[in-house]
């Protein structure tokens, strides 16, 4: 079994975020760089299934520019057996940040094609635009079914049955045909750490590089973009205690949404 993972490189999580001097975009010229959570948990579960199946390849996906490969060395190392990496200007015309989700859907459909693969994964969403539409779009454009919120994979016969998440805690088991496409969630595997002969065998592996294609005419417009703004507020509620406890949790679940 072959297995494309597509993954992508977004800023850490506790990088300080500014606004670019354009207003229509975050500047992103001292940010560090890593790969995006989901799309590790896409990893994960790739090789835990080519682990299971006892034989088969992981080829580890991702468009963008140079630095990209960092992230490309990382899946290697924790067990990836090839990298793809579709080429992308950092900045400007054709770079990541002035494409749409159709057109970055579209790179990666090309190289996914190109591998003939039998089942490809991707994170949930990223977290840096948390669309969580690339995967879904990809699907569409290769022609083949797709299971969002996964957490685990199973082969079973020609095909794989899948656990997803759904509302409330619920969960639905759920058998595909190959070959697919799956957007999986955080959390249903641990995350393995690369080791250091991981990372010395990394080294050795194919990274193969392939040009993007130009850039097509975006579909939608980023406008302005802004930081949130803080806002404090005090409310007093008042009656019995019962009352207070009753409007509390009313608030926190249908407002604050934390219960």
Same mark, same amino acid.
């Given at each position: 079994?072959?297995?494309?993972?597509?993954?992508?490189?977004?800023?850490?999580?506790?990088?300080?975020?500014?606004?670019?001097?354009?207003?229509?975009?975050?500047?992103?010229?001292?940010?560090?760089?890593?790969?995006?959570?989901?799309?590790?948990?896409?990893?994960?579960?790739?090789?835990?299934?080519?682990? %299971? *199946?006892?034989?088969?390849?992981?080829?580890?996906?991702? =468009? +963008?520019?140079?630095?990209?490969?960092? /992230? $490309?060395?990382? &899946?290697?190392?924790?067990?990836?057996? %090839? *990298?793809?990496?579709?080429?992308?200007?950092?900045?400007? =015309? +054709?770079?990541?940040?002035?494409?749409? /989700? $159709?057109?970055? &859907?579209r790179?990666?459909?090309?190289?996914?094609?190109?591998?003939?693969?039998?089942?490809?994964?991707?994170?949930?969403?990223?977290?840096?635009?948390?669309?969580?539409?690339?995967?879904?779009?990809?699907?569409?454009?290769?022609?083949?079914?797709?299971?969002?919120?996964?957490?685990?994979?199973?082969?079973?016969?020609?095909?794989?049955?899948?656990?997803?998440?759904?509302?409330?805690?619920?969960?639905?088991?759920?058998?595909?045909?190959?070959?697919?496409?799956?957007?999986?969630q955080?959390?249903?595997?641990?995350?393995?750490?690369?080791?250091?002969?991981?990372?010395?065998?990394?080294?050795?592996?194919e990274?193969?590089?392939?040009?993007?294609?130009?850039?097509?005419?975006?579909?939608?417009?980023?406008?302005?973009?802004?930081?949130?703004?803080?806002?404090?507020?005090?409310?007093?509620l008042?009656?019995?205690?019962?009352?207070?406890?009753a409007?509390?949790?009313?608030?926190?679940?249908?407002?604050?949404?934390?219960?």
């Amino acid at each position: 079994m072959k297995i494309v993972v597509a993954v992508k490189q977004v800023p850490e999580r506790d990088a300080v975020v500014r606004v670019a001097a354009d207003g229509r975009g975050v500047d992103e010229s001292d940010a560090a760089w890593t790969m995006n959570e989901p799309d590790a948990y896409a990893l994960e579960e790739a090789l835990q299934l080519k682990e %299971r *199946a006892g034989d088969g390849e992981v080829v580890v996906l991702c =468009a +963008g520019p140079e630095r990209v490969q960092s /992230t $490309l060395r990382e &899946a290697l190392a924790k067990g990836a057996d %090839r *990298a793809v990496h579709v080429v992308t200007p950092e900045s400007g =015309a +054709g770079s990541l940040g002035e494409r749409d /989700t $159709l057109d970055v &859907a579209r790179l990666l459909a090309d190289a996914v094609r190109a591998e003939a693969a039998d089942l490809v994964l991707t994170g949930l969403q990223s977290d840096d635009l948390g669309a969580g539409q690339t995967g879904v779009v990809m699907a569409e454009l290769l022609g083949v079914p797709h299971a969002t919120l996964v957490l685990q994979v199973e082969l079973a016969g020609a095909g794989i049955k899948v656990k997803r998440e759904l509302e409330d805690g619920w969960m639905q088991q759920v058998e595909m045909p190959l070959p697919a496409l799956l957007t999986v969630q955080s959390g249903g595997n641990r995350l393995r750490y690369a080791t250091l002969m991981g990372i010395k065998r990394a080294r050795q592996k194919e990274m193969r590089e392939v040009e993007a294609a130009a850039a097509t005419k975006r579909a939608d417009e980023v406008v302005k973009v802004s930081l949130p703004v803080r806002v404090k507020q005090t409310e007093m509620l008042t009656g019995s205690a019962d009352e207070i406890a009753a409007k509390l949790v009313e608030r926190l679940k249908f407002e604050v949404k934390v219960l």
